[in-house]
């Protein structure tokens, strides 16, 4: 664990201490989109822990499962992320002023008093979107397209407006082989495709939707894409910049080592290999796998709306419509491939080299996991290590009465692997110019303060962290030494049980191929 690393932020005084980027968020009154999802969360405590002279910080949720916004407020500043934010800053919550709104609605369902009450806004952080890759399209151009115009049409009314960040991903563009920080077309003009979707009913978008897809690999790709078309097309003279951050994972040094809060991307393969539910992905282990620590991508864009504000204030000096797009809007590719490379083959082997030595008490089956470079294999492992297992205990489950859950697992699983596979099976050349020249503007104390050079990670250390994150925060189980000492014990045991099961498939194989030999053989006739 990287205690000295977390001592050394842990000791850092709030307050400006001759920092521009908490000196440009002084005073500001700042709206937070998509506060209550993974990345919006790290980001409100980021702003409330680091930059103490923020005014305001604006939340809009809405009702959900139930629970109303009274009730996830509450739940949602209970969370153990906040902890050293109540620590340092105990009166914290006197700067959050709860909006109750919902952005799948039109203008968000704010009432006009909302409306005035943000109006007030400086800086807007737009983090909210779908991110299901396969929600349906309807929905998900409704939430991650339309809002994004309707945000922007709003922050042109803001009279005091000096930021806008829509956080975007990496791979909006990824029908292109080099991605750089740069507009691309997008699959369709985005006030076209909101037109489409509002003429046609679900079967018949349905029906076109891979049409209109193209290249795109799902709905979720594919409306990120157009959402920045929104941006370009309705940006104006407005201060207005992109985030692309690549796969998002567990925090590495801040607020907590290994934070992490959801399954999706890569995290969910850690997961299933860590119980012992999957064991094979299609994937080119020669390939980059483009993860970045969820602290970094917060504090890349947090610094992105300072440096965008400062670049609107230098275009100012000219007229702004007769620059290139891209000082006019300027994008941040935010990956590590091209300063600190790190391949899935080096991903699995860290994570199961510490994986092993803090086994879980929640494991089913014992460890072991392949890349498979050809589709074709990596579906026989499916069969031979995922279907026909699922199948016999959910028999046997049925026989004595359990109610069966393997195979609806493994369905589960089959999906999420067919869309991680589009992206462990490609490689994309990436430029990140605008982020590794924003970390050059940052002085000494900002690049300690708000850290996102990724040159600097030890990916040893990091998988250190996150696989730690994943057994305490997702898994639920602590690192007591009661606790480790039941996870290795049940690891071994099963580790014996995994030897003896494939000790049985292989001698059922050579039975298969023995009958078949002795079949074909009793029908040449050379052996009468």
């Given at each position: 664990?990287?205690?000295?690393?977390?001592?050394?932020?842990?000791?850092?005084?709030?307050?400006?201490?001759?920092?521009?980027?908490?000196?440009?968020?002084?005073?500001?009154?700042?709206?937070?989109?998509?506060?209550?999802?993974?990345?919006?969360?790290?980001?409100?405590?980021?702003?409330?822990?680091?930059?103490?002279?923020?005014?305001?910080?604006?939340?809009?949720?809405?009702?959900?499962?139930?629970?109303?916004?009274?009730?996830?407020?509450?739940?949602?500043?209970?969370?153990?992320?906040?902890?050293?934010?109540?620590?340092?800053?105990?009166?914290?919550?006197?700067?959050?002023v709860v909006i109750e709104g919902d952005a799948a609605e039109e203008n968000f369902g704010l009432s006009a008093q909302s409306i005035l009450t943000l109006s007030d806004t400086n800086i807007v952080i737009h983090a909210a979107a779908i991110v299901k890759f396969n929600e349906k399209l309807r929905t998900i151009v409704h939430t991650n397209v339309r809002t994004t115009k309707q945000l922007l049409l709003w922050a042109k009314t803001l009279p005091n407006l000096k930021s806008f960040v829509y956080v975007s991903t990496a791979f909006s563009n990824c029908v292109h082989e080099t991605i750089d920080e740069i507009h691309y077309d997008p699959p369709m003009d985005c006030d076209k495709l909101?037109?489409?979707?509002?003429?046609?009913?679900?079967?018949?978008?349905?029906?076109?939707?891979?049409?209109?897809?193209?290249?795109?690999?799902?709905?979720?790709?594919?409306?990120?894409?157009?959402?920045?078309?929104?941006?370009?097309?309705?940006?104006?003279?407005?201060?207005?910049?992109?985030?692309?951050?690549?796969?998002?994972?567990?925090?590495?040094?801040?607020?907590?080592?290994?934070w992490i809060n959801n399954i999706n991307g890569v995290t969910g393969i850690l997961v299933g290999g860590a119980i012992g539910l999957l064991h094979t992905l299609h994937c080119l282990p020669e390939y980059a796998s483009e993860i970045i620590p969820a602290d970094y991508v917060v504090s890349n864009t947090i610094a992105a709306s300072w440096d965008i504000n400062k670049r609107n204030v230098s275009a100012k000096l000219e007229k702004k419509s007769d620059l290139p797009d891209e000082d006019r809007v300027p994008i941040y590719n935010q990956v590590t491939s091209p300063q600190n490379r790190l391949e899935w083959s080096s991903f699995m082997y860290l994570s199961k080299n510490h994986g092993d030595s803090i086994p879980t008490t929640r494991t089913i089956w014992f460890y072991w996991f392949i890349l498979n470079r050809y589709l074709f294999i990596?579906?026989?492992?499916?069969?031979?290590?995922?279907?026909?297992?699922?199948?016999?205990?959910?028999?046997?489950?049925?026989?004595?009465?359990?109610?069966?859950?393997?195979?609806?697992?493994?369905?589960?699983?089959?999906?999420?692997?067919?869309?991680?596979?589009?992206?462990?099976?490609?490689?994309?050349?990436?430029?990140?110019?605008?982020?590794?020249?924003?970390?050059?503007?940052?002085g000494p104390i900002d690049r300690k303060i708000f850290n996102f050079n990724v040159a600097d990670i030890y990916w040893p250390e990091y998988f250190d962290v996150y696989v730690t994150g994943i057994r305490v925060y997702l898994l639920k189980d602590p690192l007591t030494e009661e606790s480790l000492r039941a996870g290795r014990s049940k690891f071994w045991?099963?580790?014996?049980?995994?030897?003896?099961?494939?000790?049985?498939?292989a001698l059922l194989g050579l039975w298969i191929v023995y009958s078949l030999v002795s079949l074909v053989w009793s029908f040449c006739p050379l052996s009468h």
């Open positions: 664990m990287s205690s000295g690393r977390s001592e050394e932020l842990i000791s850092q005084v709030p307050g400006n201490n001759g920092s521009e980027i908490v000196e440009f968020y002084k005073g500001t009154k700042v709206l937070v989109t998509g506060g209550t999802g993974f990345l919006g969360l790290l980001i409100i405590e980021k702003l409330l822990r680091s930059c103490p002279d923020i005014v305001t910080i604006y939340m809009l949720i809405r009702q959900k499962k139930g629970k109303s916004v009274e009730e996830r407020i509450k739940q949602y500043f209970n969370d153990t992320v906040f902890s050293r934010l109540k620590q340092e800053q105990p009166d914290f919550l006197n700067k959050i909101m037109t489409l979707v509002d003429c046609l009913d679900d079967d018949k978008l349905l029906a076109i939707e891979a049409t209109l897809r193209g290249k795109w690999p799902n709905n979720y790709i594919y409306s990120k894409s157009t959402a920045e078309n929104v941006v370009l097309k309705y940006a104006g003279d407005l201060p207005v910049g992109i985030v692309r951050p690549s796969i998002v994972t567990a925090t590495f040094h801040e607020p907590l080592e290994g990596h579906n026989i492992y499916s069969i031979l290590f995922h279907i026909i297992p699922a199948t016999i205990a959910d028999t046997l489950a049925r026989l004595a009465g359990h109610k069966p859950m393997l195979l609806d697992a493994y369905a589960k699983v089959d999906k999420f692997s067919d869309v991680i596979s589009f992206f462990s099976t490609r490689q994309w050349k990436f430029r990140d110019e605008n982020v590794k020249k924003l970390w050059s503007k940052l045991k099963l580790r014996i049980a995994n030897y003896v099961v494939m000790t049985l498939y």
